[in-house]
């Protein structure tokens, strides 16, 4: 390994330690010996979900656009956050928000909305990168405004519905839901580990589906795997921090500028620079103003010019 | 033995047939050219052979066996294609693109061996690219590119290569390096064929499958099928035939514009 990549490793672990150990410090009171009690029951999965959210958001981001040879692309614009959003919209309006259901629900709901895209962007002359973001626009906003509507009529507040769409690392576990999502984070990182599993054969389909086919890659397995992997894992994430965007469509590039693009480096330092970054925002997010925001308004504030600077340079 | 051969093949895009019915048999160790004009199905033909597009009827066989009871690996350490070219959208450097040419060989998280890296130098080395091994392939010029893509396929040490208009971007002495290459890689027994529009250097292979729309016009050897009668019938141009000066071979000039 050179110097330059080992340095590279070396930075994005930092800022993983960095951001949690700043993310336990931070909030009411601080943090002294006298409060561990509150900072190990609430502070500590927050960091927890945190590391989980933010690195599966952008592994699965990573995979999908090697898969798509897309820099665009990742669960966010695919509208796979918010069909998981919807999906985990229906479990809490339909009482079942405490129960294995939500996870369920919004695996299923991620999966609906990753099959509709496909469909809908699969036209004569195969998936191109403007009718997939196209269709995942058209999906994302779709289900959103659906999610509004379920909860609304069913008389929650905006405050929940809004959170639910923009996602929030605040959750507040019960032992029964704590053991749900760390069932859910397991699943959610097998998949990554999956998607990990078949590197090579994301590499060679991010070259294309013709010239994968011809090394030796069942194209078509592949690719639904890897749609089905990856919206099954976001969607169990999404179920508890609902949609968060633009981790898993900046972090990916960032990622492939320090160490190219082969998927064993990619996504795992994807992970690890996921983790670091979402946790980095709920910080800012829970200092900026007093009654906190919803992550994505600060994913968003950073990932809007950056997808800005890539539609200009990249496509 | 016969490397490649399709039986009663019908393929097309959308409702419009553009083989139907096509047979094709290609003998091991032979060096096939297929010409034809712009829309002949002539790269239709080469991925419907390696399985890439898959017939509405008909089948191919690889080897005696039939195409779709071997696996796409199986299939990937036969048979590899130079596809015309590539558009690349992450920043792979070269020696990265040739080594995935060894995708075949190596199983789910097997690391490349030490003997894959060997294969991958020597054809590197063979088609003149590993000066370039560290540089990102879209730094490159077309021509280098195309050199990187043969080294790729050869790195899948197939018995059968096909070349998709594999010369379209070089310059005459990378033309005729490439195929040199391809004429030693021929003697040394690999099944070669050949899509090309340049009707001279199609002349150089043992024989040629002149098509159009789909349909076989001629089958054999160069001096029978660059006929200024069937390139009138393939082409509808008129063009000057004469013999090469030195080998003898058949060659097209452009008619008087």
């Not at chain 1, 968060?244 to 160490?259: C, D, E, K, Q």
């Not at chain 2, 048979?79 to 995935?100: D, G, H, K, N």
């Not at chain 2, 789910?108 to 990102?136: F, H, I, W, Y």
């Amino acid at each position: 390994m050179s110097s330059k990549r080992r340095l590279s490793w070396a930075v994005i672990v930092l800022l993983l330690i960095f951001s949690g150990v700043l993310s336990i410090l931070t909030g009411p009171g601080g943090f002294s010996y006298r409060i561990l009690n509150q900072v190990l029951l609430f502070r500590l999965p927050r960091v927890l979900v945190g590391v989980v959210a933010g690195g599966v958001l952008a592994v699965v981001g990573g995979a999908f656009q090697g898969l798509l040879r897309n820099p665009l692309v990742d669960p966010w614009t695919l509208g796979v956050a918010s069909g998981a959003a919807l999906g985990a919209a229906f479990a809490i309006v339909t009482g079942t928000g405490s129960s294995v259901l939500l996870p369920v629900f919004a695996f299923s709901g991620a999966v609906l909305a990753i099959a509709l895209v496909y469909v809908l962007a699969r036209g004569r002359g195969g998936l191109t990168v403007i009718r997939l973001v196209l269709a995942g626009v058209i999906v994302s906003f779709f289900f959103s405004s659906l999610v509004m509507l379920v909860m609304v009529i069913s008389h929650r507040s905006l405050g929940e519905a809004v959170y639910l769409m923009m996602g929030s690392l605040t959750v507040v576990f019960t032992r029964k839901s704590l053991g749900l999502f760390v069932i859910s984070a397991i699943l959610a990182l097998a998949g990554c580990g999956w998607l990990m599993v078949h590197n090579r054969e994301l590499d060679v389909i991010s070259l294309s589906e013709e010239t994968a086919l011809s090394l030796g890659v069942d194209v078509q397995r592949l690719t639904r795997m890897v749609f089905l992997v990856g919206s099954v894992a976001v969607g169990l994430i999404i179920a508890w921090t609902g949609a968060i965007s633009f981790v898993g469509l900046v972090v990916p590039h960032l990622v492939r500028m320090l160490f190219g693009p082969k998927h064993s480096q990619v996504l795992p330092g994807s992970f690890l620079l996921g983790a670091g970054v979402l946790l980095f925002a709920d910080v800012l997010v829970r200092t900026l103003t007093p009654t906190g925001l919803p992550l994505s308004v600060v994913t968003a504030l950073v990932g809007v010019p950056f997808f800005i600077y890539l539609l200009r340079t990249r496509v | 033995m016969k490397a490649l051969t399709a039986e009663g093949l019908s393929f097309g895009y959308g409702n419009e047939l553009i083989f139907d019915g096509f047979s094709l048999a290609i003998e091991s160790g032979e060096f096939l050219g297929i010409i034809g004009p712009n829309g002949s199905g002539k790269s239709t033909l080469l991925r419907l052979l390696n399985g890439t597009l898959r017939p509405l009827r008909g089948v191919v066989n690889v080897l005696g066996k039939e195409i779709n009871r071997l696996s796409r690996k199986e299939i990937a350490q036969t048979i590899a294609l130079v596809p015309q070219e590539s558009f690349f959208a992450f920043e792979w450097t070269v020696q990265e693109v040739v080594l995935m040419g060894r995708n075949p060989y190596l199983k789910l998280l097997e690391r490349p061996r030490q003997e894959d890296l060997n294969k991958v130098a020597e054809t590197m080395k063979l088609t003149g690219v590993q000066m370039l091994a560290t540089k990102s392939i879209n730094s490159i010029s077309a021509g280098e590119k195309q050199r990187v893509l043969l080294a790729r396929a050869l790195a899948q040490e197939p018995q059968i290569l096909l070349l998709d208009e594999a010369t379209s971007h070089l310059d005459l002495a990378h033309q005729v390096a490439l195929l040199q290459i391809l004429k030693i890689l021929n003697e040394q027994g690999k099944t070669i064929v050949l899509v090309s529009h340049d009707l001279n250097e199609a002349a150089l292979c043992s024989r040629l499958l002149l098509l159009a729309q789909g349909k076989t016009i001629a089958c054999d050897i160069p001096a029978k099928v660059l006929t200024p009668d069937l390139i009138r019938a393939a082409y509808g141009l008129e063009p000057v035939v004469t013999k090469h000066p030195c080998t003898g071979k058949p060659q097209v000039l452009f008619p008087p514009i």
